[in-house]
């Protein structure tokens, strides 16, 4: 659980979805894996929520001040981190700001 509390690493995890396909399917894979384990899920969706890191997978510019290009539909296309995405999505939007931006 400090693991989780601690803010090193949770900024670079959204930038590594939009990057390429061979990068960002491993960073999909590590967040499915994060989503499967952790026994608090609420804590989990919390933290993606508030990273946005809905918004990538949505189509939706990231960030939205200066959107990056994006790999994302690249990675998509192939099985693997269309699942891993699809559960991060999944997990991201069980929030009240995922719920907001869905509506």
Do not use: Y
Not at 69 to 83: D, G, K, N
Request: charged share 15%; glycine share 4%; with cysteine.
């Amino acid at each position: 659980q400090d693991v989780l509390d601690r803010p090193f690493g949770w900024g670079v995890l959204v930038p590594l979805i939009v990057s390429p396909a061979s990068v960002a399917t491993d960073a999909l894979q590590l967040l499915e894996l994060l989503v499967d384990r952790h026994p608090h899920n609420e804590i989990i969706s919390k933290r993606l929520a508030g990273l946005h890191a809905f918004m990538p997978l949505l189509s939706l510019p990231w960030p939205q001040a200066d959107p990056v290009e994006s790999h994302l539909s690249a990675t998509l296309a192939l099985p693997i981190p269309r699942r891993s995405a699809t559960k991060i999505l999944q997990c991201a939007m069980d929030t009240d700001l995922g719920m907001k931006v869905a509506g």
